[in-house]
């Protein structure tokens, strides 16, 4: 028997789909909610990843049926379909009223917080706030302060600053390089930070701010409102549409971890910025020739002109994800994981000369198979960069699951004064 109230025409809202490795199936299809609608997961057997594919909001329940049956060579029954729209709904995966009623309860209690909570404090780094600290400090920095290339670190003044956006425990000596060469090079006059960071959540803007103060278990650091606020002004688009986003993304909440260590009770402000530019990734076109784009970047360098010689700008970026955990039928074998090492580090190298345009064309070339994640906040960084700064490969890494195979690859890379 059908549920009664399962959709019609069920359509999966944008989500993060993932496979990984299952003892029982070999493989399932992971659904994640990077909003912060839901922090439950999905998953779905490889049986069923047909039917979840067709959830389009064009077909209706029968035609699904009719369509996987076909494609897998033996009959999915209506009823089956039926079901799985049914607790997909129920679970906040699927458009339509139940989801909608849902977000607009969720979204309306973050908007009224004067707080963003520390959403992956316990999961992708300790909740404790010793056992944090002695991991940031043990794990993460004290593994790359002996590294070579930091050795003139003392001597330079830094300005900005890719760090990774990987989890901390994956990600601990490549976070060492960055923020073990920021401590050593950050001016004291320093006392804002700008936040551009991956948007993993669909956005309806190019970017998107944030008012809140970042929480931490090391306690929080305050939003630069003035600052916010002059940036929303300057911008003909809203600028706090998709503030929502900011929500359960990772991609600050590391870096406003790693900053909390450093500083301590020095005080700090930052304008945490989500980079969406959506479109522009979508067609490969250089946000350069944006409209919306440019006056967000020109609206930047004032605020940042208003506090020359206090701002520090870290974009929190991971590079490629590519495997069997990200849709490759394989993983990377030896040969392609030394040619993945060379473009990436070709791309980096574009950065690092603070080339924002030759650095955005030579991701796009191949957004769709290297799945560059941190294209749009890198490419900020490099619009804001101070006059003259000049980029340092620290760190480079690619990051290996156990289970797959499958990499995402990251880098440390440091602009001096």
């Keep these: ?18 496979l990984v490795p299952d003892a029982e199936h070999g493989r399932v299809l992971v659904l994640r909610d990077t909003e912060g609608v839901t922090s439950s997961h999905a998953c779905v057997p490889p049986q069923l990843i047909p039917v979840v594919a067709r959830f389009t909001g064009g077909n209706t329940i029968d035609e699904i049926a009719r369509d996987a049956s076909r494609e897998l060579g033996f009959e999915v029954p209506v009823d089956v379909v039926a079901r799985l729209a049914d607790e997909l709904d129920r679970a906040l995966f699927l458009e339509g009223p139940t989801y909608r009623a849902a977000r607009a309860r969720i979204e309306s209690d973050f908007a009224a917080a004067d707080v963003r909570p520390a959403s992956h404090a316990g999961g992708a780094y300790a909740k ?92 929080p650091i305050q939003a630069d409102e003035e600052a916010l606020g002059a940036l929303a002004r300057r911008c003909t688009f809203d600028a706090y549409a998709d503030q929502f986003n900011h929500k359960r993304e990772h991609s600050l909440e590391f870096q406003v971890v790693f900053l909390k260590h450093l500083l301590g009770d020095r005080p700090a402000r930052i304008l945490p910025v989500l980079a969406g530019l959506g479109a522009q990734q979508a067609s490969g076109s250089d946000p350069g020739h944006d409209r919306q784009a440019s006056e967000f970047f020109d609206a930047m360098g004032e605020v940042m002109a208003d506090r020359a010689g206090r701002v520090l700008v870290v974009a929190g970026a991971d590079m490629a994800h590519v495997g069997p955990r990200f849709g490759d039928a394989q993983p990377l074998n030896a040969s392609q994981r030394k040619q993945l090492g060379e473009t990436d580090r070709s791309s980096l190298a574009h950065a690092a000369d603070g080339d924002a345009a030759g650095f955005w064309g030579h991701v796009a070339e191949d957004l769709d198979t290297r799945r560059v994640c941190g294209l749009a906040p890198i490419y900020s960084l490099l ?10 490969l620290l760190h480079y890494e690619q990051t290996v699951d156990p289970e797959d195979g499958s990499i995402v690859s990251h880098a440390a890379l440091g602009f001096f004064a």
């Design 1 to 18: 028997m059908q549920p009664k109230n399962a959709p019609k025409k069920p359509a999966l809202r944008p989500v993060e789909t993932i």
């Design 383 to 392: 619009r804001t960069l101070p006059g003259g700064a000049r980029g340092e």
């Design 128 to 219: 404790d706030p010793s056992e944090l600290a002695r991991y940031l400090d043990e794990s993460c920095l004290a593994k790359a302060n002996g590294a070579a290339v930091h050795a003139k670190a003392p001597e330079r003044r830094m300005v900005a600053l890719v760090a990774p956006h990987i989890d901390p425990w994956r990600g601990a000596v490549g976070y060492g390089h960055a923020y073990g060469a920021l401590s050593r090079s950050l001016a004291p006059e320093v006392d804002t930070f700008v936040l551009f960071g991956t948007s993993h959540a669909p956005m309806r803007q190019p970017f998107a701010l944030c008012r809140k103060a970042f929480d931490t278990p090391l306690g």
